[in-house]
């Protein structure tokens, strides 16, 4: 490849965070942690990507300790001895192999339905009991649950930083738990947590406190957010630059060190009369790195490539584009999904000119863990 690689694999230093290069495994849900714990399995998943240059981690939605916290089977708590022994290995695992690793911090929401693991009984969990608009499901959280998931998010960058994780992620994007406060679809809340968007922010502000009061100042926080909904794509938080501005300025008093700013297609811009795309307008509003994602490497999105689509593989594109913007400086980061989760090795591959040897993402990939 003739085009100049060097922005992907500068380094990249945020307080005692350390970074080979500028390229993250964007978290991606897999189901194969039995009972909340990842076993040799994951911790072997991990490494492969980190053996093969990646430079950040951020692992798969891992969940904090609160009874309706998990929506899915099989996947990775962040609690209890057991599952906090199993991410101390994959930790370890990745330092050895020269990266650095981000959990993904949590809570589905009223995604969750009942019957789901552990506890059947439970319902999900949301500001106004609504998994997208008129659509209710599960309960409308009192204030009282609203401190029990602001601990239990504390207690899990607690827990991550005491483990040895070089930072930690807060999941507050697609249509979860803090992405549900934050939407007015499902945020029909009249009290100090509902309203005005400064008030639909309030608890992810309240997470984002408790969880710098527990690391300290100088440990990273990213916070990923998004547009779009697992239950409306076409969902918008805010529909101008001001109005960005307006949600990000209170996160980074509240302590966010990153923004993660998740879209379904890197190259798509935000906000008419500019090429920028969402992680591109934060890092211009707040001052803050910011991460891009979406579809680094293929010709389709994530939902539409992978689970509306009916082809059995996505085809492989190029990054030409994602190294002129980061040649621009748009944004500091970029999280790989797909391409990593099928060919532990694309970013060798990438780096050494070899993309025709990558191999195409195909959706049986989610059916095994390598």
Known sequence: MSMNLGPLFDPFEL????????????????????????????????????????????????????????????????HGEQALAGWKQVVDAVHEAGGAIFPQLWHVGAVRKEGTEPD?????????????????????????DIRDVVKAFGDAAQDAKAIGFDGVEIHGAHGYLLD???????????DEYGGSLENRLRFVVEIVE??????????????????WKQQDYDAKLVSSPEELERFLTPLVEAGVDI???STRRFWEPEFEGSNLNL?????????KPTMSVGSVGLTEDFISGTFASKQESVEQSGIDELVERMNDGEFDLIAVGRALLQDPEWLVKVKEGRLNEVTAFARKSLTTLY
């Open 120 to 144: 059947p009984a439970v319902p999900g969990y949301s500001p106004s009991g609504l998994f997208a608009p008129g659509k209710p499901n599960g309960k409308a959280m009192s204030r009282e």
């Open 180 to 190: 549900q406060f934050l939407w007015e679809g499902t945020n029909q809340r009249d």
């Open 279 to 287: 992680a591109g307008w934060t890092q211009k509003l707040s001052g």
């Open 15 to 78: 307080h005692h965070l350390q970074l080979r290069n500028r390229v993250a495994m964007a978290p991606m849900t897999r189901n194969f942690s039995p009972n909340g714990v990842p076993g040799p399995d994951v911790v072997d998943y991990y490494r492969r990507r980190a053996e093969a240059g990646v430079g950040l981690i951020i692992t798969e939605g891992t969940t904090v300790n609160h009874a309706a916290a998990n929506g899915y089977p099989n996947v990775p708590a962040f």
């Open 210 to 227: 408790e969880v710098r009061h527990r690391v300290g100042p100088d440990y990273p926080i990213m916070l990923r957010f998004s547009q």
């Open 259 to 261: 923004f993660h700013a």
